[in-house]
């Protein structure tokens, strides 16, 4: 049976961008992270092992969140490849990040950076 376990906008206080500024004042970041995954009948055991645990993926968001890069791309392919390496029953995982405000000449809400990675990766 297919599965999907979601974290839906994590906000997270982070220091990621090619400015230096970025790097003092930090920014504003909402984190989405979709799991896809095989459950097995165990699953509905009511045993947390036996599922993706929505804990880990959004303990490994801020986890890595935390490590500061200059390009969004960067944190989010760590982000996937960290889900799909610690937790085994993810089959499909799909992040993104959103730079709340970004400090660019234009009037927007927010920037977005999306990745996917598949088991077959690995």
Known sequence: MKGTVKVENLKIFAYHGCMEEE???GS?????IKAYCMLAEKAFSDDIRETVNYVDLARIAEREMAVRSKLLESVAKRITSSCMKEIALIEEVFVSI???CPPINADVETV???ISETREAY
């Open 23 to 25: 790097e003092i004042i």
């Open 28 to 32: 504003d970041y909402i984190v989405n």
């Open 98 to 100: 959103s730079k709340v």
């Open 112 to 114: 977005t950076v999306e």
